[in-house]
């Protein structure tokens, strides 16, 4: 496929995970990420992993300076949340490549599906739907006891995210609601930007470790279709329902996520 051609459907792919990610704070690797399995089956997971952690990054970093205009960002926690992150982050990005395809497949699938059938059942749900539509710029006061769940939650999900390439939002959004009880708005922002520092360890980590020789241009065209999303994203989020918005997240997982279970059996 020549350069030219790909750009016409990977910038679009790009603003569309983009977008979707930053209105629910997720950033687009949790779309992105399956969506270049199905899409590339002969690639190596790392590859790919790395060409959708990157795609993260500028699209957390967008989502982030857009949010930051509107003061919904908790900084001292986030910043806290992700230095923890970190440590996980570089061993996830270090194990990808030892990993078999199918494996990771599987791994990636059966996760998709984990979180689709809390987000569909779990009575809170609409508590997380709605914080693509918080308003306010209140602040959560940072416990002992917050910083200690946080930190833990945050090298586990730093792994998680660098080893998939995902970068742990869809994850990350639900733990500081449920978990720590985070005003959703605030949730919101501040998963953008744990993601994009998150994210940014987890790409360095894969490109010194030799495994960004493919994917770069794959990577720019989605990161342009992203970083514009994210900017209309947030400029939206105030205005758009959030409960169709977390009902069809738990049906785009659960599609995707039983799709590459059975490519792995």
Do not use: C
């Amino acid at each position: 496929m020549s350069s030219i051609l790909e750009l016409f459907w990977l910038v679009p792919l790009g603003f569309v995970a983009g977008g979707y990610g930053t209105l629910i704070g997720a950033g687009g690797g949790f779309i992105l990420a399956p969506t270049l399995l199905l899409i590339y089956p002969g690639e190596a997971a790392e590859t790919l992993t790395v060409t959708s952690l990157s795609v993260v990054f500028f699209n957390s970093l967008s989502g982030t300076l857009a949010y930051l205009r509107s003061g919904r960002i908790d900084f001292k926690s986030g910043l806290i949340f992700a230095l923890a992150t970190m440590p996980g982050a570089v061993a996830g990005a270090l194990t990808t490549a030892a990993i078999s395809r199918a494996r990771f497949n599987l791994l990636f699938g059966v996760l998709l599906v984990v979180v689709a059938v809390f987000l569909a059942v779990n009575p809170r749900s609409k508590s997380v739907a709605a914080m693509a539509q918080a308003e306010g710029d209140a602040k959560r006061q940072l416990t002992r006891g917050t910083m200690i769940i946080g930190a833990g939650v945050s090298t586990i999900f730093g792994f998680i995210s660098s080893f998939l390439g995902i970068g742990g939002g869809f994850l990350y959004v639900p733990a500081l609601v449920y978990l720590m009880k985070y005003p959703v708005h605030v949730a919101t922002a501040t998963s953008l930007f744990v993601l994009a520092l998150t994210s940014l360890t987890g790409s360095v980590t894969h490109y010194a470790a030799g495994l960004f020789d493919q994917g770069f241009r794959q990577a720019v065209g989605l990161s342009i279709g992203a970083i514009v999303g994210a900017q209309i994203a947030v400029r939206l989020s105030r205005h758009i329902r959030g409960d169709w918005i977390i009902r069809s997240l738990a049906v785009a997982l659960a599609v995707v996520g039983l799709r590459l279970v059975v490519l792995a059996l």
